[in-house]
């Protein structure tokens, strides 16, 4: 892999160097041209200061100087390539008239091809170019231009390792946003092709990068250290040791329907994965979990029916209902799926009006689907932990009965591949009973239900 890399960037700068000399060597044509119209672009003009004895040494011969037909040189739009004290001379002798001059024409549309021709032509006769030219020309081609060493040495006439260290503090820098982007898309558990494609990198090197012992180091100790959850216990992070989890209000900021409070997905992290570990989350909702994982260095494959307008490039579309993700042979390494679905009837209408949405479900259909969604998840995950977050339905239930979905799943779980691990209590707070509820509790004496359980179980290997 690494040879065809190498051999697909040499055949680039071939191409490349080919089309520099064809231009350079086979200029299009002569003309004589007004002064007016010949534009000094910041972008192409090369030399950064001017040598005022030399544009009047050139000012005392011009008449030599074109005898010799040494003309300025200026692309089909009048872009001046070459020849800037050669013009200054012209303007200084025609004092402010517009006077016509012999000059070279190049075809050259890009910026890239006016530098690269630029860049050639000046370092290859007339006044040398000074070192800080040449290194403000290196750093240009390659952060602007995309040239590679090679390619910028060749054009400045000078050694490769002078262009690599004129460039060495971009290329770190440039390696450290590709470093980030891959890390960014290998934690939401994209493919090396699929990072390829999307860093316009060949898969070899995405490959290469991943395997590094560095890769999963160089965001730094602090980022280490959450990974491992060095913060518990210090401050407002604070380890679980019972399974009664009370949280006075919701810390996640946003107001998409049924979200999830961090601190139950960090606490699920610490208890039940280890860093790098695959977090699998297919009702995102509002993307709780992808913050979650960022933050503690967890993989994670999030997707939802209906993905949030916000977060479409990191919520994936797939209804959980209908298809399983298609994490391949990743599987292997998802030690954690959460399940917090739509609560039957008590999510009506919120998500969608679709029959197909497990809230507008009947009661033994959104049983069917939620079962068979653990057990199908069951089958493909090799070891970990499945936790479903479930509340049961009461107030929208028909006659205000109480179903308790949790139970119900408890008991269609498949009890060869599933141990329950544990029951933990998330209750809601009591905000979220209206007066009409509670009037209505006191009227019939009876209990509403404020009760929601995390219900953990253990994949079994055996």
């Known amino acids: 892999m690494e040879k065809e890399i190498e051999m697909e960037m040499e055949k680039e700068v071939i191409c490349i160097d080919e089309r520099i000399e064809r231009h350079v060597e086979h200029f299009t044509q002569t003309e004589r041209i007004q002064m007016s119209s010949i534009v000094l672009d910041d972008r192409v003009c090369i030399r950064k200061s001017v040598d005022h004895a030399l544009v009047q040494q050139y000012a005392d011969c011009l008449d030599e100087i074109e005898a010799l037909g040494n003309y300025i040189v200026v692309n089909q739009h009048g872009y001046l390539l070459d020849g800037k004290h050669r013009y200054l001379a012209y303007k200084k002798n025609y004092d402010g008239k517009d006077a016509s001059i012999p000059v070279y024409i190049y075809k050259a549309e890009t910026d890239s091809e006016r530098l ?68 960014d898309l290998w934690l939401a558990c994209f493919t090396s092709d699929q990072i390829a494609k999307l860093t316009n990198k060949h898969e070899g090197t995405i490959k290469g990068i991943i395997a590094k012992e560095e890769f999963r180091t160089f965001l730094g100790t602090k980022k280490t250290k959450f990974s491992l959850f060095g913060d518990i216990d210090d401050g407002e992070t604070v380890r679980p040791l019972y399974n009664d989890w009370r949280f006075t209000r919701n810390e996640n900021g946003s107001t998409h329907f049924g979200n999830t409070d961090p601190r139950i997905l960090e606490w699920l992290l610490y208890l039940y994965t280890k860093p790098f570990d695959i977090v699998l989350d297919p009702f995102a909702g509002g993307g709780t979990m992808i913050d979650v994982c960022r933050e503690r260095l967890r993989r994670y494959w999030v997707s939802d029916r209906k993905p949030i307008p916000e977060r479409p490039n990191e919520i994936r579309l797939l209804d959980i209902v209908q298809e399983t993700p298609p994490l391949n042979n990743r599987w292997s390494d998802v030690r954690l799926t959460f399940l917090d679905p739509p609560y039957w009837k008590q999510a009506e209408g919120k998500y969608s009006d679709s029959p197909d949405d497990m809230g507008n479900m009947d009661l033994e259909n959104f049983h069917d689907d939620l079962a068979s969604i653990i057990n199908k998840i069951a089958q493909h995950q090799s070891a970990g932990f499945i936790a479903l977050l479930i509340q049961p339905t009461q107030w929208h239930s028909q006659e205000r009965r109480f179903i308790d979905h949790g139970f119900e799943m408890m008991l269609r779980a498949d009890k060869k591949r599933l141990r329950l691990e544990n029951r933990i209590s998330c209750p809601l707070g009591t905000q979220q009973c209206t007066p009409p509820m509670v009037n209505w509790a006191k009227a019939n004496r009876k209990l509403l239900v404020l009760n929601r359980e995390l219900i953990v179980w253990e994949i079994q290997t055996t």
Not at 124 to 130: E, I, M, R, V
């Open 116 to 183: 690269s021709i630029a860049v050639k032509l000046n370092s290859t006769h007339g006044k040398q170019l000074s070192e800080e030219d040449k290194k403000r020309c290196a750093i240009s081609l390659y952060s602007e231009h995309q040239y590679t060493l090679e390619q910028i040495a060749k054009l400045l006439s000078v050694r490769k390792d002078k262009v690599s260290d004129w460039t060495s503090k971009i290329r770190k820098a440039e390696k450290i946003r590709l470093w980030e982007t891959i890390f």
